[in-house]
């Protein structure tokens, strides 16, 4: 698996969005989380790639320049905010039902669980007492948060019906997150899910970016 980020800056009306370049003072336009192109900058250490994601910039006479990180009530003020984008290099998997049914059966409940896909396609659990979720780049796609037996532990995982509605909702956001690269991708409701056959589909079919 290969995995590359990039850093877009995106206006809060979505018009306008530049990349980082490797000459890390310029910036160009681009269209938001489109492929690498050569002089564009990028890493693969996803501290470093989480350490602009979500950071406000400003436009000035020399270009884009860094302000800080958005502060606590910042999601009110309109900017330019910085965001990491993943760029899949190698294919990518099919998510295995019976491996997120396994983190079901193996975490107990009365612990604030979150149930998430990692960059891999792997679920994995988080506590959430103690991990953050909100810009964790490590979250391709996160469920709901649960404690109570009948959505984490081995009832739940013995619960057919809800297995098998939330593993097709976790495949959507899995296809949502390839196609936008974005982490922290919301799984749907199931209300707007499609067949899982087509994402399903869509999914093995997905072609990987080139590296520039």
């Known amino acids: ?42 890493t693969s250490d996803l501290d470093e790639a989480a350490n602009w994601h979500g950071k406000r910039l400003k436009k000035s006479s ?19 905010f910085a965001h990491a984008v993943l760029h899949r ?3 990518v998997p099919l998510p295995d ?10 975490h107990e409940a009365g612990t604030a669980w979150l149930m998430y896909l990692n960059l891999a396609g792997q679920f994995a659990m988080l506590d959430t007492r103690d991990t953050p979720i909100i810009g964790n780049l ?9 404690s109570s037996p009948q959505y984490v532990g081995p009832e739940a995982a013995a619960n057919t019906p809800l297995v098998d509605e939330t593993y097709h909702r976790f495949i959507a956001g899995w296809w949502e997150h390839l196609q936008s ?24 079919n997905w072609q990987a970016e080139n590296e520039q």
Request: proline share 4%.
């Open 1 to 42: 698996m290969k995995l590359l980020f990039s850093i877009d800056a995106l206006a809060d009306s979505g018009k306008h969005c530049w990349r980082r370049q490797q000459n890390t003072s310029q910036w160009r336009s681009c269209t938001f989380a489109e492929p690498l192109q050569r002089e564009d900058w990028r």
């Open 138 to 146: 490590r979250i391709a796609v996160r469920g709901d948060i649960a």
């Open 181 to 204: 690269s974005r982490t922290g991708i919301f799984i749907p409701d199931a209300k707007d899910l499609k067949p899982l056959a087509d994402y399903q589909q869509w999914i093995t």
């Open 89 to 91: 290099l190698s294919a």
């Open 62 to 80: 020399q270009g884009l320049q860094l302000l800080h990180r958005p502060g606590r009530f910042d999601f009110l003020v309109r900017g330019i």
């Open 97 to 106: 039902k019976a491996q997120m049914q396994q983190q079901l059966a193996t």
